[in-house]
């Protein structure tokens, strides 16, 4: 259990928000704000209440360092119109003037921390810097759900310091939406994962396994799970230490009486780039030294069908190299099928919400998931160490 932001008393008191504003920003330009207006209710709220505000979040991955293409700069400058309001933004996100402007804040003002990542002691979950930020405020809140599977200083170290702690409201949707997957799904549940890698996704296959009636597994990480099966895949990637463990999930899933549906032919590419040559391929045939960049048209009639029957879907990463033209069709049929799904629908992961948004049907999805990696945690049965410091 956890507190949500509405149960505290805010007013006049400084509020840590951890948000995530880990968006594309291309030469100052915000290219996607949907994180960022994701966090506009437990923002908005705050305000509301008479908080003082002070935002941490992150953007990219600088090398140790101040990288002025990471800055959070064009973010405050969006969220200043967003909340329309000024959002006052430091160079830093410690030190004495942050400090000074921290305790200066006014009930209702807002303060966005510049990237906590310019700090190498935010991912190494230093102590000294986690107690550093924790003096900036009173009440710490996470609202990033795409953090809370990192024990980083912002999301794991710095909440030990507060004796009021607990969640926003996007974190607060987040849960309701993965504890219906886990605890209470319409059946037939169907979980749709793809992607590259198999060690992403073997976990949540294995603790899924015990909630859902059908999977269906396409992307590169399908070849893992063909060749336990035998099938010759040519040069497709496969992730040959998990061979064996996609044999026993197969053999489980039989005894269960839980389909795990695979692709049943391909699109082979001899490499995956624009405009090279591509043939169609059954799983019984030939492939040579072709490689799987895609599932084949057999296996999408076979798919649409399933998601087609389904009440409950879960669909976690692209069926094919998604991101180069010519094997992007696989993916766009799933992300069809399961907007035109009148079942609940659960998307995560950035290519598979790309290809609902693409198909112009975000709308009719039940819940975006902002945080890919951390829903296949949760759903895999860990503990998130985000979440874990803030249970009552």
């Known amino acids: 259990m956890y507190r949500v932001i509405d149960e505290f008393d805010l007013k006049d008191k400084r509020v840590f928000i951890r948000t995530d504003y880990n968006i594309p920003v291309k030469g100052g330009v915000i290219q996607d704000d949907t994180r960022i207006r994701a966090s506009l209710s437990t923002l908005e709220y705050a305000i509301n209440q008479g ?34 309001k000024e959002v006052v933004f430091p160079e830093n996100c410690v030190g004495d003037s942050v400090r000074k402007l921290a305790s200066e804040l006014r009930p209702g003002d807002v303060l966005l921390l510049e990237n906590l990542r310019f700090c190498p002691e935010e991912e190494s979950n230093n102590e000294i810097f986690s107690k550093q930020l924790a003096q900036l405020a009173d009440i710490y ?45 319409q059946k037939p549940f169907l979980a749709v994962l793809g992607g590259a890698k198999v060690t992403d996704k073997i976990g949540v296959v294995e603790n899924l396994m015990n909630h859902v009636d059908a999977f269906i597994i396409g992307g590169a990480m399908a070849y893992t799970f063909l060749k336990a099966k035998g099938v010759k895949v040519g040069r497709s990637l496969v992730d040959e230490s998990k061979i064996h463990q996609a044999g026993r999930l197969l053999e489980r899933a039989s005894v269960k009486g839980v389909d795990i549906l695979l692709p049943v032919d391909s699109l082979l590419a001899p490499r995956i780039e624009e405009g090279v040559e591509i043939r169609i391929a059954r799983n019984e045939e030939d492939w040579d030294n ?45 992300a069809l099928a399961i907007t035109q799904n009148k079942g609940m629908t659960v998307v995560g992961g950035g290519d598979s919400i790309s290809a609902v948004k693409q198909a112009g049907y975000a709308d009719r999805v039940t819940h975006l998931c902002t945080g890919g990696g951390a829903a296949l945690e949760f759903l895999e049965g860990k503990k998130l160490p985000g979440l874990k410091v803030l249970e009552i």
Do not use: Y
């Not at 002070?54 to 909340?83: D, N, Q, V, Y």
């Not at 030990?160 to 409201?169: L, P, Q, R, S, V």
């Not at 057999?298 to 190299?321: C, D, L, Q, R, Y």
């Open 51 to 84: 908080a003082k505000i002070i935002i941490g979040s992150h953007l990219g991955r600088p090398k140790g360092g101040r990288e002025e293409k990471f800055s959070l700069f064009p973010i405050a400058a969006h969220l200043t119109g967003l909340l329309n």
């Open 141 to 185: 809140i996470d609202d990033s759900f795409g953090t809370v599977h990192r024990a980083h200083a912002s999301t794991n170290g710095m909440v030990k310091f507060f004796k009021e702690k607990g969640i926003g409201f996007l974190v607060q949707k987040e849960l309701k939406f993965l504890q219906i997957l886990l605890q209470n799904p």
């Open 290 to 334: 072709w490689m799987g960049c895609d599932i084949g048209p057999e296996s999408i009639k076979i798919f649409k069908e399933e998601i087609a029957s389904a009440h409950t879907i879960f669909w976690n990463g692209p069926m094919g190299a998604f991101e180069t033209a010519g094997f992007e069709k696989g993916t766009e049929a799933m």
